[in-house]
Every structure is written in structure tokens, then in C-alpha cells.
């Protein structure tokens, strides 16, 4: 054995730690050795090369199945998969780090900052960041969620309104609101007008045009969206206002790093199953088969929500992008992903069952 | 049994022909692949140990013994019948390309 006190093998053996510990136990001296033999004389570390060489074949070493062209690719989608779910996560949490939705004191000053002399009808404050139909999530409501209701999940805002026939065009509203916003020392981002058809009735006997101009403009960590509305009904809000706040400067950070995490715990979940289950295992196919529809009920929401989140960015327009879950068709899929987590334990739990040769590894890297 | 290996890689050719002149340990197949690539080719250890977990679950290659030399651990690995025939057969479908090629560029007169 080399001598423990060289730094350079105890710098190599702390890198042999992407090894499984089984393949440490059986080659890592061997490697050490072969490490230490190639080595030119007075090296005290190891070179990059030979780190990222360890690295790279330590956690593929990770996945067992040596002889194995598609294992790799496997573990790829699983990692990935997990890393953007973790992310997504992550940025959620991070999420509460954001100040609170302005209060309704605040919310009524920027209402009347819009429209002078007029107090709002109404003005509702949520106490959360992003709601169940503006309300906190709670376990109640949990199964409308999983079954296709998730998609009221969804960022929530401080809103006020004032209802009755617009006193002025709406484009002269907007004018003045303008005016005012950026004499107040708001950022005015962009303004769109779209118009369609409604029912001018409850019984839609008629159809009348309606059209919506919604304004953007943001100031420090608070967005604010001013919608003008023309139809000219007592219980319609000619003018509403949301204000919802910024992404958080550590939701990057956070997401970034948890889904590194998330990538890492997925390639190494994967690869543990994969060992365990290589050879003689009494689950080996049921194994495969669990995580094979994981993966697959992972990627399907996400493969469908991106063209879709895309193309709803594309369509209107956005102060800021919509939080990463929503792109991976969470929570709106989150059956699909409650039901590949329960596949993914069964898959760990029955790999779990010993080996039919349990004395025996068909390969190094099998523990 | 000769099992196709589909277009084999350089450096598993150069391993199996380093082990086709006897068993050698990890070092030593270091030496010899650098040494029959003229140094073209320089095997990292994790990447050489890959590809021998690779060829042995492939039955192209198998331990031999292990000694201890210095204090340093080393295991040898040799071919296998079956490796025998895998190298024999890519070196058969080289040479049969090199011949072809060598006897286009015999022919070829630049224009």
C-alpha cells in the first residue's frame, strides 16, 4: 500500500470517492498505485485532466452495467429530469424570501396614483405569493389539485378595482395613469390593447366589441399591471389594478443549486438501483420497468408544457417569465408526478430485496 | 464465438493489442498504448479502468494475478480466447480498409 502520508495518494484517494465504495474497496489501491505511477516525480497534486478523468468514470463506474451502451443515457434523463424538478423546488422556497404583497393601505395609494380622485370598490391582499384561486394551499384541496384543477395555481396579486361606466375613453385613462406612474417614479414597460367579442348580456342575445388595454410598469421589486375596460356595465370594473412581486434575487441561486443537487441525487439513486439490481436480482425486470415509467411520466408534462409555456410567452406579454414548475407542466401534471414518485420508491424499495447469489457481484461495481 | 465489436474504438484496440503480447498490469498498458500509438495516445487511469470493467463484463479480457511491487498494488489483466478473436478480427477489417485505400492512393495521380 502507498504510504498514507503522501499527499498526492491521499489527494487521489479523496478523489476515488466518485468510486461506489464496494469498487474503492476492491481497485482503489490499484488505482492509487497506477495514479502514483504515472505520475512525474514531485507532483503534489493531481492534475485537472486527471481529476475530471476520475470524476467522469467514477460516477459512471456508479452505474454498474459495465458492458452497458444505454445505461448512461438512462441516468442522463434522470438526472436531468430531477435536477429541473429540484430547481423547480427550490426557486418555490426561494420564493419566500420575497417581501410581502403590498398591504391594502399601499395597494389603495397606488390605485389612486393611477386614477385620482376615486377610491377603489374593492381591493383584496392574498397572503400568499402564489395561491390555490388566490388562497393558500391546503391539504383540502389537494385532490383538485392532482386531478386537472392545478392550473389555478398560480401567482397571485394585490388587486383593486373600480367598477361603473368609464367617466373618460380609455385611452384617456391610460394617458393620465401614464402620466402619473412615471411622475410617481414607476418604470412604464409596455402597454397593449386587445380587442374581442363578449356577450353584451347574461343571456348573450347580443355581441358587443370589448377591448382590454392593460399596461405594465414596475418600480423596485413591485410589478403593476393597470387593465382599462371599455364596456360601459355598473358591475364590470372599468379600471382594476394587480401589483405582484419581482422574482426574488435568490431564486437564481437557489435553483441553480438545487437542481444541481437534484441531478446528482437522481444519477445516484439511479445508479445504486441500477448495481443492486444488475445480476441474479428476483426484481430485476419490475425494477426497470418502475423506473422506465418514472421517467417517462416525469418527461411527458414537461415535454408538453415548454411549446406550450413558449408559445403562451409569445402571445402576450410578460414582465417577467412565468416560475420554472409551471414550465415543467407542474402543477397542473402533478398527478403525473405523484404517480412516478410512488413508481420510483416501489423501484427502490423492491431493489432493496436481496440478491438470489448474495455472496456474489457479477461485477466490481455492484455495491 | 467471435463477437462483432462494431467499429472498435482506438484506444480498446490499442488495450487489447497491448494485452495480446501477455498479461500486463494497468501501468504497464499505459506504457504499451503510448508506446504503440507513438504516443498519440495517453490513457488516463480512470478512463483505462473503464474500459477494462467494460471488456471484462464483455468476456474480451479476465484478471490474471495480483502482486504487490514497492508497496504499490498491481492486478494483471490478459486477453481471452474470445478477445483473441475480437482483435483478430478488427485487425482483419484494418487491414482490408488500409489495403483498400493504400491501393486507390497507388492509383490516384492529383489533378
Known amino acids: 500500500m502507498a504510504p498514507t502520508g503522501d499527499p498526492l495518494a491521499r489527494r487521489y484517494r479523496r478523489l476515488l470517492c466518485c468510486y461506489p465504495r464496494a469498487y474503492r474497496r476492491e481497485r482503489g489501491e490499484e488505482l492509487v498505485a497506477l495514479l502514483l505511477d504515472t505520475a512525474p516525480p514531485g507532483r503534489t497534486r493531481p492534475r485537472l485532466r486527471e481529476a475530471a478523468d476520475l470524476l467522469r468514470n467514477g460516477m459512471r463506474c456508479r452505474l454498474g452495467r459495465p458492458a452497458s451502451r444505454t445505461v448512461v443515457a438512462w441516468a442522463a434523463l434522470a438526472a436531468v429530469v430531477c435536477g429541473l424538478f429540484s430547481a423547480a423546488l427550490a426557486a418555490r422556497v426561494a420564493w419566500e424570501t420575497a417581501r410581502p404583497l403590498p398591504g391594502r393601505a399601499e395597494t389603495g395609494a397606488i390605485f389612486r396614483t393611477v386614477l385620482p380622485d376615486r377610491e377603489p370598490d374593492e381591493v383584496t391582499t392574498p397572503s400568499t405569493f402564489f395561491g390555490y384561486y388566490t388562497q393558500p394551499l391546503t391539504l383540502q384541496a389537494l385532490d383538485n389539485l392532482l386531478l386537472g384543477d392545478g392550473g389555478e395555481y398560480q401567482q397571485t396579486a394585490s388587486n383593486a378595482w373600480a367598477a361603473g361606466p368609464p367617466p373618460v375613453p380609455a385611452e384617456q385613462t391610460v394617458a393620465v395613469a401614464q402620466r402619473r406612474l412615471r411622475e410617481a417614479g414607476w418604470h412604464l414597460d409596455q402597454t397593449a390593447a386587445e380587442t374581442f367579442d363578449d356577450c353584451a348580456d347574461k343571456l348573450c342575445a347580443s355581441i358587443v366589441p370589448v377591448t382590454y388595454t392593460t399596461l405594465d410598469a414596475s418600480r423596485g421589486d413591485t410589478l403593476l399591471t393597470v387593465t382599462v375596460n371599455s364596456r360601459s356595465e355598473p358591475e364590470y370594473p372599468y379600471l382594476s389594478i394587480a401589483l405582484r412581486r419581482t422574482t426574488p434575487p435568490l431564486v437564481l441561486p437557489a435553483a441553480v443549486g438545487g437542481g444541481l443537487l437534484g441531478a446528482l441525487a437522481g444519477w445516484l439513486v439511479l445508479g445504486w438501483a441500477s448495481r443492486r439490481t444488475e445480476a441474479s436480482h428476483p426484481a430485476r425486470a419490475v425494477v426497470k420497468v418502475l423506473f422506465g415509467t418514472t421517467l417517462l411520466l416525469w418527461w411527458l408534462p414537461t415535454l408538453f408544457a415548454v411549446p406550450s409555456v413558449v408559445s403562451h410567452h409569445r402571445a402576450e406579454p410578460h414582465p417577467q417569465w412565468h416560475p420554472l414548475w409551471e414550465w415543467l407542466g407542474q402543477p397542473t401534471f402533478s398527478l403525473f408526478f405523484l404517480v412516478g414518485a410512488v413508481s420510483a420508491l416501489l423501484g427502490i424499495a423492491l431493489a432493496l430485496l436481496p440478491r438470489r447469489d448474495a455472496d456474489r457481484v457479477s461485477t466490481l461495481a455492484s455495491g | ?111
Open chain 2, 1 to 111: 464465438m467471435i463477437r462483432r465489436v462494431a467499429a472498435m474504438r482506438e484506444p480498446t484496440f490499442l488495450i487489447l493489442t497491448a494485452l495480446a503480447g501477455g498479461p500486463r498490469h494497468g501501468y504497464g498498458i499505459v506504457q504499451d498504448v503510448a508506446a504503440l500509438s507513438e504516443q498519440r495516445v495517453t490513457l488516463l487511469p480512470g478512463t483505462l479502468y473503464t474500459a477494462l470493467d467494460r471488456l471484462t463484463a464483455e468476456g474480451l479480457v479476465e484478471p490474471d494475478r495480483e502482486e504487490t511491487v514497492d508497496g504499490r498494488r498491481r492486478r494483471y489483466f490478459r486477453l481471452t480466447s474470445e478477445g483473441h478473436a475480437a482483435l483478430k478480427a478488427e485487425a482483419t477489417r484494418l487491414r482490408q480498409l488500409a489495403t483498400a485505400a493504400e491501393a486507390r492512393l497507388r492509383a490516384f495521380r492529383p489533378a
